[in-house]
């Protein structure tokens, strides 16, 4: 029998919570740790329709990427996250919530994302600690992939990551030497020139990232915050099924990549 507590000991010792950024709000955010979890659903965001779905499957756990909140001062149905974790409560789940830290480990979304490109891994774009053991971790990683034009590395971001669309600057440049940052990587520019990339991957580029790109000589693609990290999904699931063959997981099936292109 596996428990609330049991699943995040486990994430602590594999995705542990000291790899975190300074702001980020990662961990057992509700619930109750010693209810026993048969069924786990995850997500990337624990959304209305998320929770919907978990009640619907039965499922006890929700595992997502992003946490519910990162400040809270009281719990109640007057604003959209207190009535998210009142829902929660009320229906028995519990959360669990892997954010900077599932992006700086490894195997976790930054090198799910080099996968998902088909690209092989030189190194980590930007070193952010060491682990006990002496190992570094951090955000974003770089590599190599087959060179080929940039039209043909669009559609391979597009399809790969079940993108919407793309937004992107094209500076001529065949793509080889790539850099990738799951989520919002826009302040990584700098680490993926200094690292001699002719190509870099992420979310939510602002206005002026993609003017420096452009001065700067290196093609940028902004494919979205949700397709970019999206990817580390799987491997979640493949890792619980692992250490707890007993659990049946989910992922789900309503959440998906909110903003449209016209």
């Known amino acids: 029998m596996a428990t609330v507590n049991n699943i995040f000991s486990y994430f602590e010792e594999n995705v542990p919570t000291y790899m975190k950024m300074e702001f980020d709000n990662p961990g057992f955010l509700a619930g109750n740790g010693d209810r026993e979890v048969k069924k786990v659903l995850l997500a990337l965001d624990i959304t209305d329709e998320v929770i919907d779905e978990a009640k619907r499957v039965n499922a ?3 595992v997502s990427h992003h946490p519910m909140f990162f400040e ?3 719990v109640s149905t007057n604003d959209f996250v207190g009535r998210k974790l009142v829902a929660l409560l009320e229906a028995h789940i519990s959360a669990i919530c892997l954010h ?3 992006d700086a480990v490894a195997g976790g979304v930054n090198d799910a994302l080099m996968s998902a490109l088909g690209a092989e891994t ?8 060491e682990a006990p053991d002496g190992t570094p971790y951090g955000g974003g990683r770089f590599g190599t992939v087959p060179s080929m034009p940039m039209e043909a ?5 597009k399809e790969n990551l079940h993108a919407n ?3 992107y600057v094209d500076v ?9 940052c799951g989520g919002a990587g826009g302040s990584l520019l700098m680490n993926a020139v200094e690292m001699g990339c002719d190509t870099f991957i992420t979310g939510d580029v602002k206005h002026n990232v993609f003017i420096d790109a452009r001065e700067l000589g290196i093609n940028i693609v902004d494919a979205g915050h949700f397709p970019t990290e ?3 999904l799987p491997y979640l699931a493949d890792a619980l099924s692992s250490a707890f063959p007993e659990l049946d997981l989910q992922i789900s099936c309503v959440h998906a990549q909110p903003e449209q292109f016209y």
């Open 60 to 62: 006890q756990l929700i």
């Open 230 to 232: 999206n990817v580390v």
């Open 172 to 180: 001529g440049r065949h793509v080889h030497r790539i850099a990738v």
């Open 122 to 129: 030189a190194g980590i774009l930007d070193i952010m600690g």
């Open 100 to 102: 900077t830290n599932l």
């Open 153 to 157: 590395f669009l559609a391979r971001c």
């Open 165 to 167: 669309g793309l937004r």
């Open 72 to 74: 809270l001062h009281n």
